[in-house]
């Protein structure tokens, strides 16, 4: 027993159902039975197809991350498919030299990566990685952004994720 959602993923992207995911998590609006015993099940199962449509590999993995880290997955939680992680980059980088995706999914991109680099504590992370979501940032919002630095950017995209709570 549980819920499943497949989406035209460059076009919904999880933060548009993870609210829902993690309601349905603790659901008071679904009581699984057992057909076997007809005792309750304390958990339903989740879900959710994701990197398998994606313009880019970093998209495809960001989506995957997000996923797992905004949907309340556990033990036996599925994700369909997940592409992008069985992805030969080598053979995609070769049959794809440019790869065209709007800039806002560039920015988060970038973001994804900052905070991946930070909690990983990586140092080898990607040159110029903070300079880089800041020029995006500003040539996105305008230069009066200056005062917004890439930890502020990176809670507003999280944030995206509770848009539907009473947080």
């Known amino acids: 027993v549980g ?18 995911f993690r309601d349905f998590r603790p659901s008071n609006y679904v009581l699984p039975i057992s057909m076997a015993t007809r ?59 440019i790869v065209v995706i709007p800039v806002m999914e560039h920015l988060e991109n970038l973001l994804w990566m900052w905070s991946k680099v930070k909690s990983l504590n990586l140092s080898n992370a990607p040159g110029n990685l903070e300079y880089k979501i800041m020029s995006l940032a500003q040539s996105l919002y305008s230069p009066e952004c200056a005062e917004i630095d890439v930890y502020t950017l990176w809670r507003v995209y999280n944030e995206k994720f509770n848009l539907l709570t009473d947080n």
């Open 39 to 97: 005792k309750n099940i304390q958990n339903i199962g989740l879900t959710y197809h994701v990197g398998e449509d994606f313009r880019h590999i970093i998209s495809g993995l960001r989506h995957i991350d997000e996923v797992l880290s905004h949907f309340n997955y556990c033990s036996g939680d599925r994700l369909g498919h997940a592409i992008a992680l069985g992805v030969d980059i080598d053979k995609l980088a070769e049959d794809n030299p």
């Open 3 to 20: 819920i499943d959602a497949a989406a035209l993923e460059n076009s919904a992207e999880p933060w548009v159902f993870a609210p829902v």
